[in-house]
């Protein structure tokens, strides 16, 4: 059974995402619904594509089908987006880690729900969305993160403040403070090394984790 899930969306995509190596090889490959039409363009081939399909036209679909991925539609009037739809989908078929492309990008709300909704999934697999060079993860412990010196590192809370935060490997270090919700401290930090260890006591930390990659542009 496939451990970790790439889940692609129909949001803003950069000319090149370096930051699908991070799936390792053979990932579960589900297309959101529209999202599936820049699968080919990153040389892969959809397992699934869920969702109400009002982005993807018959000829697409066809296409698909005859290639063998499994189409699982829901009906336009439902509670969920596409992107709740995957997820769920990603959890029932047993993976643990779940990548998303096409999340960032478009409209507000569409953003602010892609970047509000992997904290629903916190307990059941470690999600991270991407975009380009640009990683988020949530952080509930601790984490360890991967780049170069001079990656940006921005900790952002969520919902609440967030207590006991000790940093490693940061520019700017933190030792078991609290980052309060709306204030800004954790903004703009770097890596000073190849890794960094970030660990908290209470709360939820958004992690935006810009990597440099040598001739990414966009």
Do not use: W
């Not at 990656?151 to 967030?162: A, Q, R």
Request: hydrophobic fraction near 40%; charge should be negative.
């Amino acid at each position: 059974m496939k451990k970790i899930a790439c889940i692609f969306l129909n949001g803003k995509y950069a000319k090149r995402e370096p930051l699908i190596t991070l799936a390792g090889k053979n990932p579960l490959v589900i297309g959101a619904d529209g999202g599936s039409r820049h699968l080919s363009d990153l040389g892969l081939k959809p397992h699934i594509i869920i969702g109400d399909m009002d982005s993807l036209s018959k000829a697409n679909l066809d296409r698909f089908t005859i290639q063998g991925t499994q189409i699982v539609r829901y009906p336009p009037e439902k509670d969920e987006t596409d992107f709740e739809l995957a997820l769920d989908q990603a959890i029932i078929l047993g993976c643990s880690e779940i990548l998303v492309f096409g999340a960032m990008g478009g409209r507000s709300d569409h953003l602010l729900a892609n970047l509000l909704l992997p904290l629903a999934y916190l307990d059941k697999a470690k999600i991270r969305l991407l975009q380009g060079t640009e990683e988020i993860t949530y952080i509930q412990s601790q984490v360890m993160i991967h780049g170069i010196a001079g990656d940006t590192v921005s900790l952002i809370p969520v919902f609440n403040d967030v207590t006991g935060v000790k940093t490693t490997g940061l520019r700017y270090p933190l030792n078991f403070e609290t980052l309060y919700l709306g204030r800004s401290r954790g903004v703009s930090n770097e890596l000073i090394g190849a890794s960094a260890t970030i660990t908290i006591s209470s709360g939820v930390l958004l992690c935006d984790h810009t990597h440099q990659i040598e001739g990414q542009n966009g």
